[in-house]
Nanobody, 119 residues
Framework: QALLEESGGGVVQPGGSLRLSCAAS????????MAWYRQPPGGERELVAR????????NVEDSFKGRFTISRDNAKNTVYLEMDSLKPDDTSVYYC????????????WGHGTQVTVSS
């Protein structure tokens, strides 16, 4: 059974950076595309970024381009989300997702990690 565990969230000031990690187990990580989603307070869950199994191809949604970077380390079964120039609007719970295929849906979700951007 797939297990995804996010970490790295916390409170950061506007303009700051955070790196989220998602440790995966229970499936062959190197063969699966992965994604990060987020859900702001009172809002809907939205796609942030995706990465193909080998990590060569990534897609970051337009709203986050230039600030967020997705990467993975298949030797560690871990996917990362590097977030720079954070804004208060980035305050959300960030979720890791095991994609069934490149365009989704998600077969498994982590429990999420809270990111709060506040001065």
């Amino acid at each position: 059974q797939a297990l995804l565990e996010e970490s790295g969230g916390g409170v950061v000031q506007p303009g700051g950076s955070l790196r989220l990690s998602c440790a995966a187990s229970g499936f062959t990580f190197s063969q699966v595309a992965m994604a990060w989603y987020r859900q702001p307070p009172g809002g809907e869950r939205e796609l942030v970024a995706r990465i193909r199994p080998l990590g060569i191809t990534t897609n970051v949604e337009d709203s986050f381009k230039g600030r967020f970077t997705i990467s993975r380390d298949n030797a560690k079964n871990t996917v990362y989300l590097e977030m720079d120039s954070l804004k208060p609007d980035d305050t959300s719970v960030y979720y890791c997702c095991q994609l069934r295929n490149w365009r989704g849906p998600c077969d498994s979700w982590g429990h999420g990690t809270q990111v709060t951007v506040s001065s």
